[in-house]
């Protein structure tokens, strides 16, 4: 299929919640294509349909080690049905924010209940990276950044940033 472009910070389209996806079709099926080729060459571990304009309720993952084979994993509709009070913390960064990292803490495990790319239903016990991941994405579809977990301040330095690059850009 084809790489798609990535919204970067501030597009506002990366503040919309996300539409459930009502059936699993040749559509769907063709966007998650584009999805892990777009991942993986930007490269990232994870991607929200929403991040290529798309929204629908659809995430992309893989957090294999680099030594490892691909892990492709499809997430469609994902829900977070439970969360551990068990708190950790990863220094996460964004495709749509690139090149800026911050310490983020999150639940260090979570149970989520989505659609495969086949359209069944399943559900997943997740730790590490794979349950920052998932929180990651699903803040996504819910129109929610990594940067709405810092500070007030870091917040605002990183829309700031980002919005003079975006000023810079549009006047080149």
Known sequence: MAKRPILVLPEPLLRKVSEPVTRVDAQVRALLVDMFETMYEAPGIGLAAIQIGVPQRVVTIDV????DPPAPQV????????????????????????????????????????????????EVEADGLLATCLQHEIDHLDGKLFIDHLS??????????FSKAAKRENAE
Do not use: Q, T
């Open 64 to 67: 294999a080690r680099k030594d």
């Open 75 to 122: 997430f469609i509709n994902p829900e977070i049905v439970w969360a551990s009070d068990e708190l950790s913390v990863y220094e996460e960064g964004c495709l749509s924010i690139p090149d800026y990292y911050e310490a983020v803490e999150r639940p260090s495990r979570v149970r989520v209940r989505y659609m495969d790319g086949g359209g069944r239903e399943l």
């Open 152 to 161: 007030r301040l870091k917040r605002e330095r990183a829309i700031k940033k």
